[in-house]
Nanobody, 116 residues
């Protein structure tokens, strides 16, 4: 059974940085598209970024230039480097993996809180 486990969330001041990790177990997900969603209180879940098996990336406009997604297929892990964090980045961040259109696997989420 595939499991995705996120880590690296926490409390940071505005302008600070955090690095999230998402480690997969149970199967090698090197052929999967992986990425991150986030959900702030009272808001819908938002797609933040994705990375394909070959390393192509996409970002939401709100995080372009500040967030960087990467993956290490040998470690079965995807990372999200977040810089210049803003209070509006406060949310629970969820890692996911999909082979086709809809997500196949989800992590449990990690809280990111940015104080002003």
């Amino acid at each position: 059974q595939v499991q995705l486990v996120e880590s690296g969330g926490g409390l940071v001041q505005s302008g600070g940085s955090l690095r999230l990790s998402c480690a997969a177990s149970g199967s090698n997900l090197r052929f999967y598209v992986m990425g991150w969603y986030r959900q702030a209180p009272g808001k819908q879940r938002e797609l933040v970024t994705t990375i394909t098996s070959t390393g192509s990336t996409n970002y939401a406009d709100s995080v372009k230039g500040r967030f960087t997604i990467s993956r290490d297929n040998a470690k079965n892990t995807v990372y999200l480097q977040m810089k210049n964090l803003k209070p509006e980045d406060t949310a629970v961040y969820y890692c996911y993996a999909r082979l086709h259109i809809t997500p196949d696997y989800w992590g449990q989420g990690t809280q990111v809180t940015v104080s002003s």
